[in-house]
């Protein structure tokens, strides 16, 4: 993740869940204040798909929402004068919720153009709580929530949030591209925000030849972490629509709830003075409908099915109370992929072709599930060698394993999600030889694995920057430059002169920052000082982005279950910018003699730790 311009998308979603209520739920509450009275006259918003619902709590504060469908819900309680409080999630059975309404913080950010002009009118789209609850404040608008805009100065004031608490924000304009920040906090400081024109996208969506209103049209890439969408329009009463988005190439399509949508048509918008135009064609839909069970044969109810087609997304929904699904699309040959809930996968393949021919409406077969395997197994030790525990972490999993063996080497791996593949990598390495051994299981029947650990040759040679990363060739070879900290978490202050004489890992980070990759790397720096903090030498070290309070971070430790020393950067940015950290996370190796030998670790930083610890 980019640390100078981090970015993230709360409320685009490219194939909106179909709206049908069998095996609805109920969602009630009740709303109160701080000291745990009940709050008359709040209005409780309850969002889904776009489409929003009120309620206002009476003497007792409660509130009550009856046919709710199982699908991503955002609940979101407001009152003049209160802090938001609210609740998203996906509710599987009947859901009761109190909401807590708190003192009042304004959050004041300026709008400008990349001229550093103000901008007025532009408007909060959608914004996350405390990474706690969505806010889709364009959509509740329409329901009393407050038009939260900004002013002929280009100021627009938030006043309705949690004190020293921060948001995720994603601002528009009919005249630029929307703009997405990742991470506000909540206290005085004026931030500026940035919009920028973007190129323009037009177009009219029909329908058997006649204009199609309020259908909703989607800009969206594909990549290696699937399907994104960058920007949305709703079609006006003639089927035409408008937008922005940042210059570049994408995708469009459609959605309408009585019809299919259309094949994504490829888009370019990497030319500003141009308009690019892509009128969308909706299809008269084939309807797939199914159950899912669970191994006793109850029903499954929030299971996720979709139906793709060459690599993108037609239609996406949840399985109901019933354990039942609908699918609408435009296509009668596809694949349909089922993603079961945490802990169970699909007795037959996850991905099932579909064939429909001239069946319009088709059902198939009950999806059966049954319980993901639990892997067993046991290191054995070269003769030489006492037992110890290991490293244990899979190789191509895309939500990569990391964990720490028993004493003796023994191991379960539990799965908490389906893989994608029969047969999976894993790595067991010896934290302080190098001796360690890949081995391959079929999830499908996993048994239990001996392995003998065998020696390797570490890779020490130092790797070319990846593209799209931190490039820190010029530090390699040198003295590590100074960390100055504002703050020290689970340590007294430290300096890297202090240091000398151990191998020190150390590592940019933002707790902020919840990617993959940073998650994949949090959790290998946990293992790594679990296993070496008692020898003496190895030092485990994160420098966390000035951005944060003080409370934040100690929230991310927590979260991230992190043991080892952390330092708040001394504001603005005196370490990151003495190492040129523009991206993270990043890891950088520092030897014992205090220079940097290594800024690309990925996939061998035990293995690196080690060589080091050895050299003189």
């Known amino acids: 993740m980019r640390r100078a311009q981090i970015t993230v998308v709360l409320c685009l979603v490219l194939a909106p869940l179909p709206c049908f209520v069998a095996g609805a739920v109920t969602v009630r509450g009740k709303v109160v204040g701080a000291d745990g009275a009940s709050v008359p006259g709040a209005t409780v ?25 199982i699908r991503v819900t955002e609940l979101v309680a407001y009152k003049e004068g209160f802090a938001l409080d609210g609740h998203t999630a996906l509710p599987q059975g009947d859901l009761e919720i109190q909401l807590t309404l708190v003192a009042a913080a304004t959050i004041t950010v300026r709008v400008i153009n990349n001229n550093f002009m103000p901008i007025p009118g532009a408007r909060v789209r959608a914004m996350m709580v405390n990474d706690r609850f969505v806010v889709s404040a364009e959509d509740l608008s329409g329901a009393g929530f407050p038009v939260l805009r900004s002013d002929d100065a280009g100021v627009l004031d938030i006043p309705m949030l949690p004190e020293k608490g921060f948001i995720k924000l994603t601002l528009g304009h009919h005249r630029y591209a929307d703009s997405n920040v990742a991470y506000l906090p909540v206290d005085t400081r004026r931030n500026d925000i940035i919009l920028y024109e973007g190129a323009r996208l037009r177009g009219r969506v029909t329908a058997e030849g006649e204009p199609i209103a309020e259908a909703r049209v989607s800009l969206f890439q594909t990549g290696v972490s699937g ?3 960058f ?24 959605w309408h709830p009585r019809y299919a949508s259309p094949p994504p048509v490829p888009v370019d918008m990497r030319r500003r003075e141009e308009v690019a135009v892509a009128n969308l064609e909706l299809l008269p839909p084939y309807i797939i409908r199914g159950g899912i069970v669970l191994p006793d044969g109850a029903p499954c109810p929030g299971a996720r099915v979709l139906f793709r087609k060459d690599n993108v997304i037609y239609d996406d929904t949840l399985t109901d109370g019933h354990g039942e699904f609908r699918l609408q699309v435009g296509s009668p040959d596809g694949v349909l992929r089922i993603l079961p809930p945490p802990g169970y996968m699909t007795e037959i393949l996850s991905d099932m072709p579909v064939s429909l021919g001239d069946v319009r409406d088709k059902r198939i077969e009950a999806v059966r599930l049954k319980a993901l395997p639990v892997i067993r197994g046991r290191a054995r030790f070269p003769a030489e060698e006492e037992p110890t525990r290991l ?39 010896h934290p302080l030889r190098f001796l360690r ?26 790797r070319p920057p990846e593209l799209g990363r931190n490039n820190l060739d010029a530090l390699l070879g040198g003295d590590a430059p100074p960390v100055q900290c504002a703050e020290w978490f689970n340590s007294r202050p430290l300096t890297l002169d202090m240091l ?14 919840d990617s993959l990759f940073a998650r994949n790397r949090m959790a290998e720096l946990n293992a790594l000082h679990a296993l070496f903090r008692e020898q003496g030498d190895v030092t485990v070290i994160g420098i966390h982005d000035a951005s944060s309070d003080t409370d934040e971070i100690e929230e991310y430790l927590l979260e991230y279950g992190i043991a080892y020393p952390v330092g708040k950067d001394e504001d603005p940015f ?14 950088v190796l520092i030897d014992k003699q205090g220079t940097v030998q290594y800024a690309q670790v990925e996939g061998r930083l035990f293995e690196l730790v080690k060589a080091l610890r050895r050299r003189p």
């Not at 029947?445 to 003998?452: I, K, R």
């Not at 005196?574 to 890891?587: A, K, L």
């Open 45 to 69: 918003f309850l969002s889904q798909d776009r489409r929003v619902r009120t309620e206002i709590t009476g003497d007792n504060g409660q509130f009550r929402f009856d046919a709710v469908a």
């Open 227 to 229: 399907q994104r969408s």
């Open 231 to 254: 920007a949305e329009a709703v079609t006006d009463p003639e089927g035409y629509y408008h937008l922005r988005a940042p210059e570049d190439t994408y995708m469009a399509t459609a």
């Open 391 to 429: 490293y244990l972490r899979s190789v191509d999993l895309p939500m990569p394993i990391h964990d720490i063996t028993a004493e003796d080497g023994s191991f379960e791996i539990r799965f908490f999600y389906q893989p994608d593949q029969k047969t999976l990598t894993f790595r067991l390495e």
């Open 437 to 462: 051994r890949d081995f391959t299981i079929n999830v499908e029947e996993p048994g239990e694995v001996e392995l003998l650990l065998e020696p390797f040759e570490p890779d020490q040679a130092r």
């Open 500 to 513: 000398r004489g151990n191998v020190v890992v150390l590592t940019f980070w933002g707790g902020f920052d």
């Open 574 to 587: 005196v370490s990151f910018d003495n190492y040129g950290i523009n991206f993270i996370p990043q890891t």
